[in-house]
């Protein structure tokens, strides 16, 4: 089941990107058919409904960020995977990672033997990608489209606000971000090539926008120790250590 209204966002992402609702589809036919019938949604339910969690990108604060973060490992982390090179580095495994397998191969393939729980979106543009998935341990599907079968719709458009929608689809008490920043500036983790930068900087303006509008309807708490975004109160880290306690 889709969010009410989804349907308008998803059309006005089609034609803002120029994409192809048809490779959207094929896209998404050709996932569900590699993945396995599993119960990887009660375990996220297990994870996060009533819960604090933390939505990690892979923005510029995302470097002052992993510090704390270090400090919370019995925190639900939700993690674009954009982000995931450095938060293993740093020794930080993501409890559920977001991804449309563009992000580091082989630190996704490490964690894909692990217990972390992959969200793997079917786009048009991965359709050559999604094999990787066989690699993934515990992997559930996603779609900007019509779901169906092993196919969900949580909401979204980049990793790192879909991984927003996902925390208030399975009721999460408190979403608290963190590497979440929209603004001009592109994080180093994030890796955009140069050419690619106009239609990153694009990409983000259209995910502040999705994640405004989810403020106006959620039930969770929305907080943000990045760059500042309506609907999401901005807290500092101390703040963090209180609301999180």
């Not at 409904?49 to 510029?60: D, Y």
């Not at 674009?80 to 563009?102: E, F, H, Q, R």
């Amino acid at each position: 089941m889709m969010i009410l209204g989804w349907k308008k966002r998803y059309y006005e992402i089609l034609k803002e990107f120029k994409y192809s609702q048809k490779k959207d589809k094929e896209s998404s036919i050709i996932l569900n058919s590699i993945l396995k019938k599993t119960n990887v949604n009660k375990k996220i339910i297990t994870l996060i409904k009533g819960k604090t969690v933390l939505v990690i990108g892979s923005g510029p604060s995302l470097v002052s960020a992993i510090p704390k973060l270090k400090n919370y490992r019995k925190i639900v982390k939700i993690a674009a995977d954009s982000s995931i090179k450095p938060l293993v580095a740093n020794g930080i495994i993501p409890d559920i990672i977001v991804t449309d397998l563009d992000g580091d191969v082989k630190t996704l393939e490490k964690i894909g033997k692990t217990n972390s729980i992959f969200v793997v979106h079917a786009h048009g543009d991965n359709i050559k990608k999604l094999d990787f998935v066989k690699k993934f341990k515990n992997c559930i599907g996603t779609t900007q489209s019509t779901p169906f079968d092993k196919i969900e719709n949580y909401g979204g458009f980049t990793d790192g606000d879909r991984g927003v929608f996902l925390a208030n689809h399975f009721q999460a008490k408190k979403i608290i971000l963190m590497g979440m920043d929209f603004g001009d500036r592109i994080g180093k983790y994030s890796e955009t090539r140069k050419k690619d930068r106009k239609i990153k900087l694009m990409k983000l303006k259209k995910g502040e926008f999705l994640l405004k509008w989810l403020s106006s309807f959620t039930k969770a708490e929305l907080f943000t120790t990045s760059k500042p975004i309506e609907g999401f109160k901005k807290i500092s880290y101390k703040e963090l250590d209180i609301i999180i306690t």
